[in-house]
């Protein structure tokens, strides 16, 4: 970026940034989304929060810069990491930089065991993903999109299941995606949708416990290759 | 770009590429997925085909690039370009490349109209989407990449009525699917996905013609706000 100056009238700053998205339980005992953000130590924007990320090395493809920057500065290595979108508006920075930067941001789920492994510094914490402050540069956008795309995508994919152990209830189940949405499902209706779209089968095992008639537990039945993506 | 062996450590070169897809009637008088390319002129690939693109410009916008380039080497202007993926592959240029570059692409379609009123000239022609030749850098895959996106878009969007007139009998709409999927269907099976999906609904009229029992017309039903995104 040194050479920035000679360079600007052709070449924009190319960073590679990670949206990582959890569910984390709230004060209420519920579920909530979280995502790690890392405050910066250098301006532009010091001292604010930032998705984790940095400039594109050039010997490194696109998401081994994600992952290599991600695991650098939260130690969360998520298994699979997806492409986003890249965000290039000329005016992104809010005028505060003097070099124009264009962001391929990639986004990925983590299980709340990862996310509990993650480094938490005073520099790198989890913030509820509907609760942030003003970020730097235009992340909050991005995380913004990040979670349309995440609600989108957990009703018509399998993506739910990460967020689960290997088996689980239709209650369960039914609290990810009402924490995804961040709205009440009726649970009837939630269950004839799950049924209808076969992504979860009976293990024909019932949730160890004290309870009359414990709940059954479910599996989620193969993913056929690509259909997450 | 010039700059490029003072600052090739830290910045590779950004650049902003169109697909463009439109369905053209072949010589058998069925419609086929066609996609414009530019012949280079300069090294590295001289002579060869590659995508509508160029250098991002520090003053455009990301789409805003990828519709200059597109008006200026084609005439073509799709209404609504969506960003299909960035590529920036270490080893994207086979080696051909002294700099890296990054690819972000975006893609659109066009109708048979505008698609006739394109540029067409000994640089600019239009190749069938399956018959492509051997392209300047990895514009196969990203061609490739691009089909299918547009396959897995046109099973849960209403993409496919950008390539019909506003009413359209069943059949009509078969043949279009059966175009970009790249196979057959039953058309009863067809007729029942269809009513199930609510994406059409009868407009009442039927095919003016001389047939003895002329089919119905069909138009798309309203587009929620999102939904093609």
Known sequence: M???????????????????????PNGDGCLQLATPLVRRIRAPFEGQWALPGGPLNTDEDLATSASHTLRDTTRLEPRYLEQLYAFGSVDRAGGKLAERVVSIVYWALVGADEADRAIQSENVQWFWADELPTLAFDHNQIIEYALGRLRNK?????????????????????????AVLGRELDPGNFRRMVESTGTVEETGERLAGTRHRPPKLYRATTITAGETK
Chains 1, 2 share one sequence.
């Open 154 to 178: 957990i009703e018509y994919s399998r993506i739910a299941h990460v967020f689960l152990s290997e088996t689980f209830t239709l209650a369960q189940l039914r609290e990810v995606y009402e």
């Open 2 to 24: 040194s050479s920035w100056a000679t360079s600007s009238i052709e070449t924009p700053t190319l960073a590679v940034s990670t949206v990582i998205f959890a569910l984390r």
